[in-house]
């Protein structure tokens, strides 16, 4: 079975500094895609960033990039520059694939609670 | 604008009565799913499904139940069976095709049972 660990239940930022959000994760498959989404006191879930297993380079999105350490089974989300409006949960997911049915969903962790301050 | 639509926004229901959560996509997408989120915690799968006319339980299907005879449409029932209903769910859906990667989600439904 597959998993996710956010170990960071909240993190506290002053504005305008980086971020990074920790996220590891436990799989025995060669084929995996990570993601990250954001989800603001509304409830909905914006999705942020996406890497994939045998991706070369690190994915990046505007302020957002994906710190990818495969030998340690690591995929940080990095906020560069953080805003006010950053202030939300972070969530890391992994897309699970059942072999014999050929079904995907994903695996979420368990979240962070990032606030900017002033 | 193509969107995945979750109604009502909020919903109480009393202790002991079925209800139904609505979720409808026009992305054309295969593979819908439902989430259950608890305050501050993470998302947990209750069913999926990957084609019209067949659906799978996810970690927490107990007291739960689905259909999905239309590609756009897939609506989960609460049952009363469902010891602790009251929480905040996600309809989601995907192409999980070639270079597309992400998952859509609704807006959610903030359930109530009292």
């Known amino acids: 079975a597959q998993k996710i660990t956010q170990t960071q239940p909240g993190m506290f930022v002053q504005e305008k500094e980086a971020v990074t959000l920790d996220c590891t994760y436990d799989?025995?498959?060669?084929?995996?895609?990570l993601f990250w989404y954001k989800q603001p006191s509304s409830g909905e879930m914006i999705f942020l960033i996406y890497q994939g297993s045998y991706d070369q380079q690190n994915a990046t999105e505007g302020r957002y990039s994906l710190n990818f350490q495969k030998a340690r089974k690591s995929a940080n989300l990095v906020i560069s520059a953080s805003q006010l409006g950053d202030s939300a949960m972070y969530f890391c997911a992994m897309r699970e694939v059942n072999r014999g049915t050929g079904a995907q969903k994903l695996v979420f962790g368990q979240g962070t609670r990032l606030t900017i301050n002033p | 604008d193509g969107g995945i639509t979750q109604s009502p926004k909020y919903l109480f229901r009393k202790e002991g009565q079925n209800v139904t959560l609505s979720c409808e996509q026009n992305?054309?997408?295969?593979?819908m799913y439902w989430y259950r989120q608890d305050p501050g915690q993470g998302l947990r799968l209750i069913y999926y499904?990957?084609?019209?006319?067949?659906?799978q339980k996810g970690d927490i299907a107990e007291g739960y139940s689905v259909s999905r005879e239309k590609k756009e449409s897939f609506p989960l029932t609460v049952t009363s069976a469902q010891k602790n209903p009251t929480a905040f769910y996600l309809c989601?859906?995907?192409?999980?095709?070639?270079?597309?990667?992400?998952?859509?989600f609704g807006p959610g439904t903030r359930l109530t049972v009292t």
């Open positions: 992305l054309n997408h295969d593979a």
């Open positions: 989601a859906s995907s192409n999980w095709a070639e270079g597309v990667y992400e998952q859509y």
């Open positions: 499904s990957q084609i019209v006319n067949d659906f």
């Open positions: 799989t025995s498959d060669p084929s995996y895609g």
